[in-house]
């Protein structure tokens, strides 16, 4: 909302990040104080779904396209279980639209935010803001109404803790087992795989595919011992998406060091970086992260390219999955930093885990050539860096779903998938 | 997949000459293939009859074949070149059409030539209406339900079946010509008549109608792996029942959510994978109802697009130079994405501004025309604005526009009926100043349910609106006490222009921009991306914006800047041409060590591509945003002379605030146009012109007519293109245009020139450095002086004048070009009347004409030009050996001639005169003028008559010359026929004919006749103000009918001499690269 249109009337407010810089602006959300750390995402709509997707739990996330909330908000496209509000910290826009319009509405934007105590600023020039993340990493912020004097609150800023300090999919994830309803069409039990949901800030979106694809799933909390879960019958696990720095979730890593060879196992985001913990990999911190929904990643089964929703800032080092299987690599042993160097190749490498066997590098992002998904080929287990599921974003890499149950049911060639296939109809 | 090796030769087809639904923007498109498939090696062969390309200079292909895009010529050019591969999709409907009849024709299987970047089937399911219905629906995508009607009974059958309203859409033609909604059963046999006629195959389709619901286009890329991109959505402000290239368009779509979008993006994928879009860029249309979401499919052109170029413009991605890439076999993953250099071109573009699309017309060309905007497009031209919000940009597009408006309202332009019933009416019906009524209306409480329900603009569009209107209220209210730095650059950052603001306070322009310099309260340069900031771009294509607190990304320069105004939305008068003048200026001082630095607002353009020029910069030429640019940039240099009558407009002000202007200095641009000056020039030089006077009420008129006499040429002022300029009779005549005269350009005074009739006219394009001056080109009209020098045939060189007239007018021009001061371009425009040679007018600036001049002459005109104006002399060139010696002498003739738009209003007098009326221009070059003709004939009407009978109406000043013209018809075998009067004159002569009735005499008359389709063509001579009634009836019918009416009896010996060049002379294709 302009200035000189009503916005005069909001209230005042400040974003300030860890490096000192300062932007003023208006408050078009919650009033009060928000810290977490700053990173920008590039989709053009999907807002609703951005805010509330548990991942970005202690995160405030700037949107790059500069007119936010115009077809307001819907129950519909929450992304969190259960009906809980956003987990993000804050939202910063640079024009936050008070009046929406879409049929699928049932109220603007910033009411929610107010609502579910969001808070969040706008009159920022986002480009600006979007490019100083480019350049200088994703960075520790605050938006204050409470606090506008720039040199307190960049101190503060400085002073709040990293977002590596806290364990927030202990915040966003179910405190106890639900059974996720099954889909309309389907009745339950009669060879429906049933599946454990481990949840780390389960995305609804995901949870909805994976009943769409037949399975009867159990959303269970992130910590679950793997003992439960393998008593529990199921035919196969999902280690959801989440929030923070995997490295803060030791009980699901555990959990699923236990499960890989037991149960089929699929993972989407930080179940990525869970199952790469698991097979003793490491997982690195990307300079500013990936959120947006038009990253391009090659399937290297197929050579074909999905057009993909991603939000992660941190992912899979695949060198340290252990040493390339020449024989597998098309002849190449050594390891290439940039993953390009695979999908110009159209090879898919494999390398011999010392845990679970051969793993083989399946999608790389080819803007920066980083890994976006792994299988194991010698236990039942593949997962991806982005979002399968999209909402918001493009339902190129949709299949992912029904490759997690072509798994669980014993199709060996479960991952090859042309994008094309479910885009009519 | 790597590029392909097994084919070498590439023959692409342009789109021929601009017309409505289909202009520049695939000179473009057409521009960047070339280039791009040069680059990966192959040999390019062009075809294109529109010479004010730059596809179609010399150096854009390897083999560049100006000729006619017909079945007849293209198997030439296929015969001579042997190419092994036809890229049809570059060339808009005619190239697709062409390819379709060309495979029909069996040519391309005999030569074995592949069509690439679609397939012949493809083509045919996207265009048939039958096909394409079916195929949605194999893919489970609705469309709206329809029946195909072969005749008027089918027509209303159907209509009776899905129920009124329906639309009427032909098959394969442009731009929906021949389509519209029919309310009512009358509407529906009006509609559906011409629809029939227009369509290629006969048929038309009756469809339901989805008036009011929400259209979506979206951009789509695939490659032969089956790789999809969606480049951008584009939402219509105007919901269905606007043709959308007459509707403002929005990228990226606003009201959709993620939901609604992406369920759109795998429609989008899914019918080009169904339709069979092997590879290549394609447009998909959505109808999105309001209410529920539901979705029906509209159509799909498997090509590029007017959308397309406009996608491509608004994000950054080269579709065209992509589809290029991707018909020889590269995958989206294998191409580089140029704006970032570091990531793959598959992906999907992320913006993070607003774009708006504002369409202009033309309407006042054309009286007696309803301006309703329907399902048939009409505009001519269009403006793109970006901004950081939809209202910033929605502004800056209504400035752009260059129709007076310094943004959505509040400039004082508009007066607005106080009637409500009347203003009712302006505000829902779709016309080109809509969107001002809307604004108003807002403005006058209407309240945004109401606009809504009147007008289907979605509700978002509209608070977007009343946001403008409540700011420019606080604004007014504040006052000038009011624009406080903060206030101020709200006011801004919502696009209000500086002109607009000093309206809405009570202040002068200047003393608005002194305020913003004092309060620091200025745009910033930002950059088109591609990615929203994701990834370092290097290319330098900007807009300026404005932010609070924001940073600029502007990038100083190591080269000296020059700036290049061009010439802002395609509108009759100034169109392409210019845009081309600008684009070769660029090319040649980038070359000479400038760092060039454009500025414009037309999507269309190649000016507008990003890697034209050094840098871009997408804004609106007013005073205000070329300000910015130049504060920002520091050029030594603006050219103000080659984007026509736009940047001239500007120069004054530029000069005045101390802008160096490069090339011919303000001054002499005044002396040039300023006719009291001017005709003091000639005087002093002893240069003969039509004897001339100004007035400024009618009772001066009326003594300057009785001094001069009549007939009398008047016109208002400063004005390109003829606007407002008629041939006087008489007194009342005089009286009406006097009276109406001063809607035009209220601060100049009329001018009267007494009319020379019946003499030649000539154009002159020549180049000057101030000591020196080359004469370019003399071209010769076809028609004579009082038809439009824009509207007129020509040829080079002069077919029909002595060596010493040419040798006089030569000589004037020098005189001229150095006593003005010329550095530069110019343009004169001579009559040659009685031996005597006088001057009509002077353009200190480049023409319509330089294009087509540098074509049929082979010399760059603009590119040396704007190496004159950037220092370098004429002397200098010649010793590079970069400009030869003067020569009219080339062995072949070159003719130019004029595209109407008569079939796009009905209503509007289909004849030539004094005010421009063509949207473009074809080139034809031959060895004989008759020859040179005839191919541009042909480039028009894709034929030429052939037998039958020929209908002949003279006015009475023609009928001495008639006869001669009537015998050498009959001897190429037609039959004549004739209304009385000439009919005497014909038997006089000797020639036999059949006389018919006038329209006014009853049945059965020669509408009647035309009805029955017998008649080849029509020549048909008014006189004067005898243009309304029965010939205007007629060339109606001509009009509606496709039939080529004459109107200049000059036009008819040229038309006949054409016909019998075409019998006698095989028209042999010609490349310009053999030309030299």
Redesign the interface.
């Known amino acids: ?7 005069d009337e909001l209230p005042r407010a400040l974003l300030a990040l860890e490096d000192g810089t300062t ?2 602006g208006r408050c078009c959300g919650a009033e009060g104080e928000a810290f977490g750390e700053i990173v ?1 995402n ?5 807002y ?2 951005v805010v509330s997707d548990p991942s970005y739990a202690g995160q405030i996330v700037a949107f ?4 936010i909330g ?2 307001g908000v ?1 129950p ?2 929450d992304q969190a279980l259960g009906g809980a509000g956003p987990a993000l910290r804050g939202v910063v826009v ?2 936050m ?1 008070f ?6 509405s049932v109220g603007s934007l910033p009411d929610y935010l107010r609502e579910h105590g969001v808070v969040a600023i706008q ?6 803001l ?3 993340i ?1 350049e200088r990493g994703a960075l520790k912020a605050a938006i204050s109404t409470v606090d506008l004097d720039l040199r307190s609150l960049v101190a503060r800023v400085r002073a709040s803790e990293p977002i590596s300090a806290h364990n927030f999919v202990a915040d966003v994830s179910t405190r106890k087992p639900v059974d996720l309803p099954a889909a309309a069409a389907c009745s339950a039990g009669q060879g429906r795989p049933r599946v454990a949901v481990i949840d780390c800030g389960e995305k609804r979106g995901i949870a909805e595919r994976l009943v769409a694809a037949g399975c009867d799933a159990t959303v269970l909390p992130w910590d679950t011992p793997a003992a439960d879960v393998l008593a529990g019958g199921y035919d196969g696990a999902f280690l959801s998406n989440g929030p923070g720095d995997p490295r803060s979730v030791p009980a699901t890593m555990a959990c699923a060091i236990e499960l890989l060879g037991k149960l089929s196992v699929f993972g989407i985001c930080l179940g990525n970086q869970m199952l790469t913990l698991a097979a003793g990999g490491s997982v690195e911190k990307l300079p500013y992260g990936h959120h ?5 990643v ?1 399937n290297l089964l197929t ?3 999905e ?1 993909s929703a991603q939000n992660h800032n941190y992912g899979t080092v695949f060198s340290s999955l252990g040493p390339l299987d020449p024989e597998l690599s098309d002849g190449v042993g050594k390891h290439a930093t940039d993953l390009r160097f695979w ?1 110009k190749r159209r090879v898919a490498p494999v390398v011999r885990n010392e845990r679970f066997g051969r793993i083989r590098l399946t999608h790389v992002n ?3 050539g980083t890994p976006e998904g792994i299988q194991f080929l010698d236990v039942p287990a593949f997962s991806l860096q982005y979002h399968p599921e ?6 190129d890499a949709g299949y992912a779903f029904a490759s997690f149950v072509r798994m669980i049911k014993g199709d060996p060639d479960y991952l090859a998938v ?3 296939e479910g ?3 | 997949m790597p590029k392909r090796t097994d084919i070498h030769k590439v023959l692409i087809i342009g789109s021929g000459p601009i017309v409505i639904g289909q202009a520049c923007e695939f000179d473009y498109s057409g521009t960047q293939a070339c280039k791009a498939l040069r680059g990966e090696g192959y040999e390019v062969v062009l075809v294109n009859s529109n010479p004010a390309t730059i596809m179609t200079d010399p150096d854009t292909a390897d083999r560049t074949y100006v000729e006619p895009i017909t079945v007849e010529a293209v198997t030439k050019v296929i015969e001579r070149e042997r190419p092994d591969a036809l890229l049809p999709n570059m060339g808009g409907q005619t190239a697709l059409n062409c390819a379709v009849a060309l495979d029909e024709a069996g040519v391309l299987a005999r030569h074995g030539v592949e069509v690439i970047g679609c397939d012949i089937a493809s083509i045919q399911v996207g265009e048939d209406r039958e096909l394409f219905a079916a195929a949605m629906r194999d893919v489970g995508l609705e469309v709206a339900r329809s029946g195909i009607a072969r005749s008027l009974e089918d027509c209303e059958r159907v209509a009776d079946e899905l129920g009124y309203p329906v639309v009427i859409r032909p098959a394969f033609t442009l731009g929906g010509a021949g389509g519209g909604m029919a309310h009512d059963r009358d509407e529906l046999l009006r509609i559906a008549r011409e629809g029939l006629s227009l369509s290629a195959n006969g048929e038309v389709l009756v469809e339901q109608s989805v008036e009011g619901w929400k259209e979506i286009e979206m951009e789509v890329m695939r490659d032969v792996a089956g790789n999809g991109i969606v480049v951008c959505s584009i939402e219509n402000l105007d919901p269905m029942g606007v043709h959308t290239g007459d509707s403002i368009t929005v990228a990226p779509c606003q009201t959709l959510s993620d939901v609604e979008l992406q369920r759109l993006r795998d429609h989008s994928l899914a019918v080009l994978e169904r339709v069979g879009v092997a590879c290549g860029g394609s447009n998909v249309q959505f109808a999105v109802n309001p209410t529920d979401g539901r979705v029906i499919v509209i159509e799909m052109n498997p090509r590029v697009s007017r959308s397309s170029a406009l996608a491509s413009k608004a994000t950054g991605f080269p579709i065209a130079k992509m589809a290029a890439l991707l018909s020889v076999g590269y995958t989206l993953d294998e191409i580089t994405n140029d704006i970032t250099g570091a990531t793959p071109a598959c992906f999907e573009p992320s913006i993070d501004y607003c774009v708006v699309k504002v369409p202009r017309f033309a309407f006042e060309k054309f009286r007696g025309t309803s301006e309703t905007l329907t399902t048939r497009m009409k505009s001519v031209g269009e403006v793109m604005a970006m901004g950081s919000t939809f209202e910033e940009a929605l502004q800056k597009a209504c400035r752009s526009l260059e129709q007076g408006h310094a943004g959505l309202g509040a400039d004082g332009l508009m007066e607005y009926v106080e009637d409500d019933a009347a203003f009712l009416d302006l505000v829902s019906r779709p016309t080109p100043q809509r969107i001002f009524y809307v604004a108003e209306a807002l403005r006058r409480g209407w309240g945004e349910r109401r606009v809504h329900e009147l007008t289907g603009i979605d509700p978002w569009f509209l608070a977007r609106m009343g946001d403008i209107v409540r700011a420019e209220r606080s604004l007014r209210e504040g006052g000038v006490a009011g624009l406080t730095s903060e206030r101020l650059m709200a006011a801004k950052e919502m696009g209000f222009s500086d002109a607009q603001l000093a309206w809405l306070v009570g202040q002068r322009e200047e003393t608005v921009r002194a305020l913003r310099e004092v309060l620091g309260v200025r745009p910033l340069v930002k950059t088109v991306d591609t990615c929203a900031g994701e990834f370092a771009s290097h290319t330098n294509y900007h807009y300026l914006s404005y932010e609070a607190g924001g940073t600029t990304e502007f990038r100083q320069a190591a080269r000296p800047r020059v700036v290049i105004l061009s010439a802002g939305p395609n509108r009759i008068g100034q169109g392409i041409e210019f845009d081309y003048c600008c684009v070769h200026a660029a090319m040649a001082l980038t070359a000479r060590g400038f760092e060039t630095v454009m500025v414009n607002c037309n999507p269309e353009t190649v000016s507008t591509d990003y890697d034209t020029s050094d840098r871009l910069y997408f804004a609106p030429l007013t005073f205000e945003d070329v300000m910015d640019v130049v504060e920002r940039e520091r050029p030594v240099g603006v050219i103000v002379t080659l984007g026509g009558q736009t940047p001239i407009n500007l120069a004054r002000r530029l000069a005045q605030a101390g802008v160096p202007i490069m090339g011919t200095q303000p001054d002499a641009i005044d002396l040039a146009e300023d006719r009291d000056r001017f005709s003091g020039l000639l005087d002093r030089l002893g240069v003969a012109y039509p004897p001339s006077s100004t007035a400024e009420t009618i009772d001066e008129a009326r003594e300057v007519a009785l001094r001069l006499g009549y007939p009398l040429l008047v016109r208002p002022s400063y004005v390109l293109g003829g606007r407002g300029m008629a041939i006087v009779y008489g007194e009342g005549d005089l009286a009406t245009y006097m009276a109406e005269a001063t809607e035009v350009s209220p601060d100049h005074p009329v001018y009267l020139d007494a009319f020379l009739e019946d003499a030649i006219e000539l154009d002159v394009d020549a180049l000057a450095d101030g000591t020196d001056c080359h004469v370019g080109s003399v071209l010769e009209h076809i028609e004579e002086c009082g038809i439009h020098s824009g509207d007129s045939a020509c040829c080079h060189p002069p077919f029909s004048l002595s060596d010493r007239i040419v040798r006089w007018v030569r000589a004037i021009t020098r005189t001229l070009a150095l006593a003005v001061g010329v550095r530069g371009l110019l343009n004169i425009q001579f009559a040659v009347k009685d031996e005597q040679v006088l001057v009509i007018e002077m353009n200190p600036r480049a023409s319509r004409t330089v294009p087509f001049s540098s074509k049929a002459t082979g010399v760059p005109l603009a590119k040396l030009a704007a190496r004159i104006m950037a220092g370098e002399t004429i002397a200098q060139l010649r010793r590079l050996g970069e400009l030869g010696e003067e020569k009219d002498e080339a062995g072949l003739f070159a003719v130019k001639e004029a595209v109407m738009p008569w079939a796009r209003f009905p209503g509007a007098d289909s004849t030539l005169g004094p005010e421009m009326k063509s949207t473009g221009e074809v080139m034809g070059i031959g060895r004989s003028f008759p020859a040179a003709y005839a191919k541009t004939r042909r480039a028009i009407d894709y034929g030429l008559p052939r037998g039958g009978k020929v209908f002949v109406s003279v006015c009475d000043r023609d009928k001495r010359a008639i006869a001669p013209v009537a015998t050498s018809l009959v001897g190429l075998g037609y039959e004549l026929i004739a209304t009385a009067g000439t009919a005497k004159t014909l038997r006089a002569a000797g020639l036999a004919c059949e006389v018919v009735r006038r329209v006014s005499e009853g049945h059965p008359n020669i509408v009647d006749e035309i009805a029955g389709g017998e008649v080849a063509f029509i020549i048909n001579t008014p006189h004067g103000h005898e243009s309304r009634g029965d010939g205007s009836i007629l060339r109606a019918e001509a009009v509606n009918r496709d039939i080529t009416c004459v109107t200049a009896l000059s036009a008819t010996t040229a038309l006949v001499q054409a016909i019998v060049a075409a019998r006698e002379d095989a028209l042999d294709v010609i490349a310009l690269q053999d030309l030299t």
Not at chain 1, 42 to 46: A, E
Not at chain 1, 64 to 67: E, R, V
Not at chain 1, 292 to 296: D, F, H, K, V
Request: aromatic share 6%; with cysteine; net charge neutral.
């Open positions: 909302m302009n200035l000189l249109a009503g916005a932007l003023c920008f590039t989709s053009m709509t999907g609703q779904e790059t396209y500069p007119q115009n077809y819907t519909a496209d640079h024009d639209c009046s929406p319009s879409n049929w699928r009159g920022v020039d986002t480009r600006a979007t490019l100083h480019r947006g929904g038009n990253e391009p090659m050579g074909k390219v057009i999908s080819l803007n920066d999209a909402r918001p974003g493009p339902h042309d994008v094309c885009r009519a109809r």
